[in-house]
């Protein structure tokens, strides 16, 4: 592991190598899994205030299912993570004509309608953020249903923390990234 302010690094995300392939896992992530998306207690709130601008994104279904259950439920963790439907999806996706999945949450963000791009676990996935005593690990998770995802990245060379730039400065900072960026170069040039 490797500090970096308040983070602890894992340095496979400085070696493994990412880019998301939607045309092939069709956004499997935003179905598989033992529940939703893990949620900020501030997210909630900001969900809570941007539902009307992100509503006309979602379907019927889940917008039925929202508003019977909720934005958001407790984990097995006691943490909060999104809805889903039975059927397990997000209750914030919407599936195009071709079978992906997309973010009613970044849909809305990208039409200007509104400033919350999507929850920052989604954003920084594969990277998953857990404390860990007064640190915040950023450890590489790996799962079978992003394959594609690793071959591209490898095809093309592409480091998780790279791919990952703007999740990693809108939750850190530019400054923090550039660090970071410093610091995989030093660590991967030892290597060599």
Sequence with gaps: MIILGEQLI?????????ICNLNKCKGACCVEGDAGAPVLAE??????????????????????????????EKDEDD?????CLPTGECNFVNRDANGQLHCGIEQA??????HFQKPISCHLYPI?????GDFEGLNYHQWSICKDACELGKKEGVPVYRFLQTALERKYGKAWYQ?????AQAYLGAKE
């Design 43 to 72: 997210e909630v709130e900001i969900l809570k205030q941007e539902w009307p601008k992100i509503k006309p994104f979602l379907t019927a279904e889940s917008i039925a299912d929202i508003q019977k259950r909720g934005f958001v």
């Design 10 to 18: 894992s340095e496979d995300i400085f070696e493994k190598q990412f």
């Design 179 to 183: 660090e970071l960026e410093e610091i």
């Design 109 to 114: 963000w990208k039409a200007g309608d509104t």
């Design 79 to 83: 943490e909060w993570v999104t809805t």
């Design 128 to 132: 998953r953020a857990i404390k860990i």
